[in-house]
């Protein structure tokens, strides 16, 4: 049985900090990309940085470029977005997404597995 479980979520104040994790049970992390998605109230969810399974490529939605960071631990079968400088327009429920190398198709593609999220509110 495949589980994502994401923690690390809270309330911050603008500027603040969070770090979040996800770690997987249930496959070979490392033979799956993962991807950071998020989603506010009464809006899609969107692609927010994905990383692939050896860390060689990473991708970011523009709006946290020089804000966020990807990265994972294949070793511990977890993956990680350190987020600084955060802004109000942050605020959603994040969820970490995995997909299988041979069945990727992007960054913003389809992802076979995902968490149930973890709440990210910052405060103006």
């Known amino acids: 049985q495949v589980q994502l479980v994401e923690s690390g979520g809270g309330t911050v104040q603008t500027g603040g900090s969070l770090r979040l994790s996800c770690t997987a049970s249930g496959i070979t992390f490392g033979s799956y990309n993962m991807g950071w998605f998020r989603q506010a109230p009464g809006k899609e969810r969107e692609f927010v940085a994905a990383?692939?399974?050896?860390?060689?490529?990473?991708y970011y939605r523009d709006s946290v470029k020089g804000r966020f960071t990807v990265s994972r631990d294949n070793s511990k079968s977890a993956g990680f977005l350190q987020m600084n400088s955060l802004k109000p327009e942050d605020t959603a429920a994040y969820y970490c997404g995995v997909q299988h190398v041979g069945d990727w198709a992007g960054p913003s593609g389809a992802y076979a597995y995902w968490g149930q999220g973890t709440q990210v509110t910052v405060s103006s």
């Open positions: 990383i692939t399974r050896s860390g060689g490529q990473i």
